[in-house]
Structure formats: C-alpha cells, structure tokens
C-alpha cells in the first residue's frame, strides 16, 4: 500500500530513492517511501491513509515480490469483479472528476471539423491543468499508457474521463474564494422555547446513526499562502467531489475549441454543435445494495441519500439537507430546503382550509338559503328565464339545488376567515423563509456569494460591445452600455406581449365555447342533460383550456429562453432572474386568466331578458342563481390538480422509460459477459436536469403557491391538495435526482433568485383578490346585507329578495323573432323540467303558459323600464367598503408581521461577526508573520558571515 496515494490528488507519485515531491507542496520530501514499490498497483477499494506507518502489515505484504501468475490473477480479478474502480482512472488511483462524452459520426468533412474543434479543447484543458484519459472499446487513448484492451461496452460512445491535480484543485479554490474551515465554531447555542422543542424525538427526524451532524466551523477564504491555517484532517477530505467538480466545470465553460475566434469557447457549445453529446461528473457508484442499510451501512452517499431520502418509504421523514448540499451542491440544496420549509408551512394552512370545508359540510343542513331554494314550494317553483335565447325553455329554480349545495360548501361564514387567514399566511411564510434562509446561507457560506464571488458570464465577455473599467476591481471588464441594450429589451418586450396577446385570445375562445356549449346543451331535449349544463360546460371548458395552458406554456419556454439569451446579461443571477420573470409572468396570464375571468367577469353585466349583455354577438354568461363560486372552483380544481398530475408524470415515468430504453444495450452487453456497464456509462444513459436545472420546479411550486392564495377564497382545499402533492414532488424529485438524472454539477447560490420577490408580490395580490372573490363573486355581502337591513337577523326570503321578475311579453326580439322559448314547443314547466309536445302532461295543461320569469339581479319589474333597485347600489356600495377595510386590516398586519420578525436570528449575526473578527486576526497574523521573515531575511543577507555560511 505504501505506492497508494490519496484518492484525488496523484501528484503524490512515488519515485524511487525517497525522491518524491507532492505537486504544489514540492518543499515536503516523503521519507516513509519504500524503494522499488513504483509498479506495484493497488486492488481496487483500497486506498492508502496520510502519514502511513512503513511498518505496518500492509506494507510488509506489499513489499514482498509476487510472481507473474499472481499477479496476473490479481489484474484479472481486479478487471472482472465490480467495485468502484469505475469512479477511478485505470490507475485506481486518480478519481474521475468529470467525464465529457461524445459519438464517432461518419467519416467526412464534418467529422475531421469535430475532432478538429475537440483535439484544440482537449489541449486547453490539459493546458490548463486538468488531466485527460480517452476511454473507447479499442483502447485508452493516453501519453502514458500504450494500447489496452478498453472498457466501455458497445464501442459507440468515447468517454474522455479529467481528472483534477492538487495543485489546480489549490490554484481554482482560491480564485474561486472557496471558503473553508479555520476553527470550531465556539458560540453558544441560542436556548429558547422553540429550541427547546425542537430537541424533543419526534419520528419525523433522521436517525444520526446514517445521516451524521455537519461538524460547525467559523471559515474563511481560501489561499494558497495560508494553507497551514486552515483545518485539514487530511488531503483526502479537504475538498468535497462536489466542490472538485465545480472546479472542472468553470475550466470547460471558458475552455476555447477555436484559436482564431474568441467566442468559440466553453462545452455548452460543443454540446449544441454536437462536438460533444454530455458533460458530467460521476455519481459515486450505485443507488441499490443487495445488503441491508442497517447490518453492512451505506455503500456510498448516493446510496444513503436513495435510502434515507429518496424512497417513497421516507415520504415522513425530515430531509438531509447537508447531505444533499454535500453531494448535489448549494443550489440544488437550496431549492430542496425550500420545498421542504414550504411543504411544512403547508401544513398549517391545510389543516385549517380542511377545518373550514368540514364545518361547511357539517352546516349546510341548516342553511336557510339552499333550503328554500330547495325547497319544491316557494320559492323553489320559482319559473326562471331561459339560460340561452330562442331554442332554450324555462326552468325551475329548485333544479339548481345541487349547485346551491355545493358553493356552499366553500361560500359560507368561515370563508372570510379562512381568506384573512390565508393572506397573512403567506406574508408570515415569506418573512419565516428569509430568516431560515440566511441561517441556511451562513451554515453553507453562501453570504457575499453574489457580490463577490460571481463573474461574467462567458457569453456576455465575448460578445459584449464595450469595455470599461470595473469600480471595484479597478480592472477592464467588458460591458455593455444602456443605449446597445435598449433595442434587445424591446424586441423582448414586444415579443412578450404578443405572447400575452396569444394567451388572451385562447381566452377569449373558451368563453365563446362556453357561452355556445352551455346553450346547446340547455336546449337538448334529454330533461336530465339539460339540468347539468352548467357543470358539464365548466368541466370541458376547464379540461380544454388546461390542453391550451400546457400547449403554451412548452412554446414560451422555447421563445423566452431566446430572448433571454438576446439581452446578453453579464452574470448569470441576471440571466436567471431575467428569464424568470418573463416565465412566471407568462405563466400567471396562462394559468390564472381563465379563473380572472369565472370570478371578476362573468355574469356581471348580463343585462336582462328585454336586453342581454353581448360577447360577439353572443349572449354573455350568466351565473347560477347560487353564484359562480361553484364554477370557480370546479375550474381551479381541475387547472391546478390536473398540472400537477401532468408534470409528475412527465418528470418521473418519462425519464424512466427513456433511461432504460438507452441502457438496455449496456445491460444486454454487461449479461452477456462482453464487457463492464462502467458507471460513466450507466450514468450518460440517464437523463440530463437541463440547461436551466430548477427553474421547472420552481415554476411549477410559484403557481401552486398562486393557486393556494389569489383564489383560496372559492376553494379551501387548495393548500390541502398542495399539501399532498408537495409530500409526493419531494419524494419524486428526490427519487428523480438520485436514480433517474445525471449528477449535475456542484452550482451555488446565496438564495432562490427571484422566486422570492415573485412570492411576496402573489401574497400581496392575493389580499386584494382575495377580498373581491368575497364581495364579487360570492353571495357573503348581499346576505349579510339583507340579513341586516331587510331579513331582522334572518335569511329566510333571501332568494325572493335576489331574483328579479320580467314579463315574458317583454323578451328581446333578434331579427324579428322573440329571444324567448319556442310556445309551440314550450309552453311551460313541470316538477323542475319543460314540457315538449307529446309529453305525459301536456295535454293536461296545454293551455297554461308562463306569463313571468325570475332572472338573477337586483332589477325593477316586471314590466319596463327594467333599471337597477336602490338595493344594488346600496350592495355595490358595502362591497366596495368591504374591500376598502379588508385589504386595509391585513396589510396592516402584513406590515406589523413583517417589522416585529426579525429577518436574521440573533446567533447568526453573532457568528457571521465572530467570524470576520478571526478572519480579519488570521490575516493580521499572516502579515506580522511575513514582514518577521523579509525583516529577518534582510539581517541574514547584510550579515557576511551568515551569507558565507549559507552558501
């Protein structure tokens, strides 16, 4: 074992004659070397401790010669058993740090282009640090090694496998101001009640025994020069693999493939000229044991992540959120350690949403309204206008009983509560996030992260006009300037609201194939399908116009991915928080403007039967005598549940199916014995995260959040059903990270980007939507009215009071002919449907027709002029004074919730200012170090006995 170097740093070689030097610490000789161990190769597995003793049983093994047979048998086991070889280069003992895959294509000019481009990248990368080992089904394609028989199965794809040398790994750590340990963190644990709390077993926490407490140090930026004041337990730990492969990452994002043109660079363009197929580093060996998590532990950290987070069996479970940062980096952690605090934050709005729909439909036994509107005497006989003009008939009010019912359920005294309640959520789930966040960012070292630790974008350095002189660096930087930007954002902008324009008139054609469908089918003869065609309308309509939102939503992405890339932004913050903004707020026209529509819109200017509202010349909409809220909330249900029930889909059964279509050649190969399915193989068979990772998920959590929110009022079992898809999605995600897509590199992040201001503007859109639903959309207001100022404390002859009275002599005439029903058809109703010609009871009362119609609406009557009663105007004026004092009262506290919640806790403060103080003592010391050598080393040189002495 005594030739074994640490796993990832190979300039550790040995030399014969205790003549090694470690790259980058080439002062420090290795004097417990045996001589003539330089060929001997390790079994695969083990791998040789710092500081080894030469003594030991190991060394003494391996220092006694082998014959050729033995070590023949040796090579060969190595070879044929699986172990984690395939995590090492051939010489197991240089770790893969990254592989860049790629296809042979056909001989011919464009293939000598490709290698052309990818012999100049391969150079620059070796130039700059990295090493390289070619790996095909003919052999390894290396300056040190000759032909050998390869590894990869199949022989169609070439894995180029880079490995990082300690002294670049040095060299990026400190340019990329990774900041690393420098003492315990020795500030006291804040004690206070929720502390407290939070030390008492639950079943929700992770056992220790697996998932291990991240060791608390104060950190400080890294350099070379201070090495020695740094904590390092050894080379082998020192930097995680995620924060190796982020190293590699920068290198092949700036890497030029063109010396004559400068913005020929990085490997998202090889990739998308299809120079390269993938880029990626290596998960650290399988998902799955054969043996038990319990008896024989964890095989590596992608195996206890699939075990302790990723199993649909952990669904209860708190998550790992240092393992997973450790492993996918800060970004992706991030996202999941939001998901997760938003998943909890649910917690509490379901359980009350829930509450507020049981007592619904615990009181709707005692509710006067639907009673009487249910009720088959008055006013349940009431006979109502036609729904549609000409071809429909007259109804019964006591057929919209089930509507009556049903909003309800969701329309009654707990609704203004739970809406309150909801708005002030949303602002206390905001101001909660930002504190866990900043403890997050100082347990991770991510504050500072954007203001000084991001650079240009490479693209943005390329093709960026101008040159300037940056005013904190004092250095040249390339720019771009207000004036060159302008037209770029307004092509931009242009190009958004044409796609509003397009979501727009979507709209406009469901409203249209509503009003039609809604009339056709109130006009079919069948009495039964008739009576439903309000919520047969709103369910197809609903259905259709989900269809429409997915449809538009995959366009824009495509659309806002170019024009984000056309304003050439310098970092990549801006270019995420560019891109969006331009999402979500396409997202929120495409997946709220249907229920704007159902709640603010519709029924609202209907006229009456002697003047119908008109949309195209069509007649508009009108509500239920119950309300729209019914509608509403058939239309969120389905919009929101349905895309949810489709991106889980997507997200986890189609990778699946497309990761094991890719992989059954290596498997069929691996079986058959014709070679090893190594796991840079296994790994570019599975699906790619993309080139914008996150960003789907966030978006598909904003609108949750929008849906949760803006509308909760009409439906207060959204929070409950985003309750049950956020405990699936972690699971799901979780699972899809793990087993289903490559490992992505290690990116960082200090927050969620714009997320955060995008939820806070939704909290706050909320409280005012919120508060029209209740005055607009709902019955709350006009019941409360009559209740108070007609009814003496009573709802009884509410729905009399509601429904307005016409003269069926008075209906519109259209083209010469009344908008009523057909007489010779219709002539009237009996026990809640019309009655046609040759009916059981037409005969029985052929003579009796409808001489007045009820319609909805606060109307004089029943002959003209048919204007509004006092009573409107007094509603329309309570409501506008509900409004007023609703979003008055919550934003008032929205605003104390925010100024008494600190943003960041006491004890992170504490310790982000311990730690600049030891920062700051460290380079104090350092300097008072230095000027001690140069004082001393200037005396020794002014000293003539000490120069001749010296040399």
Not at 745 to 764: E, K, M, P, S
Request: aromatic share 14%.
């Amino acid at each position: 074992m005594a030739g074994q170097a640490p796993i990832g740093f190979e300039g550790m070689e040995q030399n014969g004659g205790g003549d090694q030097q470690n790259v980058g610490f080439e002062g420090y000789e290795n004097q417990n070397k045996p001589v003539g161990t330089e060929n001997i190769e390790l079994a695969e597995g083990e791998h040789q401790p710092l500081n080894s003793d030469p003594d030991s049983a190991q060394e003494k093994e391996l220092i006694e010669p082998e014959d050729a047979e033995a070590q023949e048998a040796k090579r060969k086991k190595e070879t044929d058993e699986p172990s984690e070889n395939d995590l090492f280069m051939r010489d197991g003992r240089r770790r893969i740090d990254y592989v860049i895959a790629y296809q042979k294509g056909e001989e011919g000019e464009s293939e000598n282009k490709k290698n052309k481009k990818r012999k100049e990248f391969e150079k620059n990368l070796r130039e700059e640090g990295l090493e390289l080992e070619i790996e095909d089904a003919e052999g390894v394609s290396v300056e040190q090694q000759g032909e050998e028989e390869g590894n990869s199965a199949g022989g169609k794809t070439i894995f180029i496998k880079i490995h990082v040398p300690w002294d670049t790994m040095l060299r990026y750590a400190e340019e990329l101001k990774y900041k690393m340990p420098i003492q315990d963190n020795d500030i006291d644990e804040e004690v206070t009640l929720l502390s407290c709390l939070q030390k008492i077993p639950t079943p929700f926490e992770l056992s220790e025994e697996f998932i291990k407490p991240e060791p608390n140090y104060f950190t400080a930026a890294f350099t070379r020069e201070r090495i020695s004041d740094f904590i390092m337990e050894s080379e082998e730990t020192f930097f995680t693999h995620a924060e190796r492969s982020r190293v590699v990452h920068e290198i092949l994002e700036v890497c030029r493939y063109d010396p004559d043109n400068k913005t020929k660079f990085g490997i998202e363009h090889m990739i998308a000229n299809k120079c390269y197929a993938a880029s990626y580093p290596l998960h650290e060996g399988p998902h799955k044991s054969e043996h038990s998590l319990l008896t024989h532990g964890p095989l590596n950290d992608r195996h206890l992540l699939y075990e302790e987070w990723a199993r649909p069996g952990r669904w209860y479970k708190k998550q790992p959120l240092d393992a997973i940062r450790r492993y996918y980096g800060e970004k992706i952690g991030l996202y999941f350690a939001w998901l997760g605090f938003y998943t909890e934050a649910l917690t509490w709005a379901a359980l009350v949403g829930f509450i507020v729909f049981l007592y619904g439909c615990f009181t709707v036994a005692f509710d006067a309204v639907s009673d009487d509107l249910c009720n088959a005497g008055n006013p349940g006989n009431f006979t109502m206008c036609p729904q549609c003009s000409g071809r429909c008939p007259y109804w019964l009010l006591s057929s919209s009983c089930f509507y009556a019912k049903l909003t309800y359920l969701f329309d009654n005294g707990a609704t203004v509560f739970f809406a309150a309640f909801m708005s002030l959520w949303a602002t206390t789930f905001c101001e909660f996030w930002k504190r866990r966040q900043n403890e997050i960012d100082y347990d991770w070292d991510l504050f500072g992260f954007e203001d000084q630790e991001e650079n240009c974008r490479p693209q943005f350095e390329a093709k960026a006009p101008d040159k300037r002189i940056n005013p904190v660096t004092k250095l040249p930087e390339a720019y771009m300037g207000l004036m060159k930007r302008f037209p770029r954002i307004t092509a931009a902008i242009l190009s958004i609201t044409f796609m509003i324009c397009l979501v727009l008139a979507s709209v406009m054609g469901i409203i249209v194939y509503r009003i039609a469908v809604r009339a056709a089918i109130a006009a079919v003869s069948d009495n039964f399908i008739s009576s439903q065609a309000s919520i047969i309308t709103s369910c197809t309509a609903s259905g259709i116009s989900l269809i429409i939102i997915m449809s538009l939503q995959i366009l824009y992405d495509k659309i806002a991915t170019f024009l984000t890339d056309f304003e050439l932004h310098r970092t990549e913050t801006d270019y995420e928080d560019s891109y969006t903004f331009k999402m979500y707020f396409f997202a929120f026209v495409n997946y709220y403007s249907s229920s704007f529509y159902i709640a603010f819109f519709k029924g609202k200017l209907p006229g009456n039967p002697s003047d119908y509202g008109k949309i195209l010349g069509l007649r508009q909409e009108e509500c239920d005598p119950a309300g729209c809220l019914q509608e509403l909330f058939i239309n969120i249900a389905i919009v929101m549940c349905g895309k949810q029930f489709f991106n889980n889909f997507m997200e986890i059964f189609v990778p699946i199916a497309l990761n094991f279509w890719r992989s059954r050649g290596g498997r069929a190969e691996e079986k058959e014995g014709k070679g090893r399915y190594e796991q840079w193989e296994k790994d570019f068979d599975l699906s790619d995260l993309g080139p914008r990772g996150l960003f789907k998920e966030y978006l598909e959590m904003a609108v949750q959040f929008g849906f949760t929110t803006i509308f909760v009022a009409a439906f207060p079992l959204a929070p409950f059903f985003a309750l049950v898809n956020n405990l699936m999605e972690i699971r799901l995600d979780a699972f899809k990270f793990v087993t289903q897509l490559r490992r992505p590199y290690a990116a960082r992040a200090q927050d969620i980007g714009a997320w955060y201001a995008i939820l806070l503007g939704v909290g706050n859109l909320a409280v005012l939507t919120n508060a029209c639903v209740i005055a607009f959309t709902s019955e709350f207001i006009p019941r409360e009215v009559y209740k108070y100022a007609v009814g003496e404390g009573s709802l009884s002859g509410y729905i009399d009071y509601s429904l307005a009275r016409f003269n069926t002599s008075n209906f519109e005439m259209i083209d010469g002919e009344t908008s009523g029903p057909n007489p010779d058809k219709y002539s009237f109703v009996y026990d809640g449907y019309p009655v046609e010609a040759g009916d059981e009871y037409y005969d029985m009362y052929a003579n009796e027709t409808v001489s007045e119609c009820r319609y909805r609406g606060y109307y004089n009557g029943p002959n003209p002029p048919y204007d509004h009663t006092i009573d409107h105007w007094k509603i329309l004026a309570m409501k506008l004074v509900f409004v007023l004092l609703y979003e008055h009262l919550i934003f008032a506290c929205k605003f104390a919730i925010d100024y008494f919640i600190p943003d960041m806790p006491e004890h992170v403060r504490n310790a982000i200012k311990r730690e600049n103080y030891l920062a700051q003592k460290a380079l104090h010391d350092f300097s008072i170090q230095q000027a001690a050598e140069k004082k001393k080393a200037k005396r020794k040189g002014n000293d003539p006995g000490a120069a001749e002495a010296a040399r």
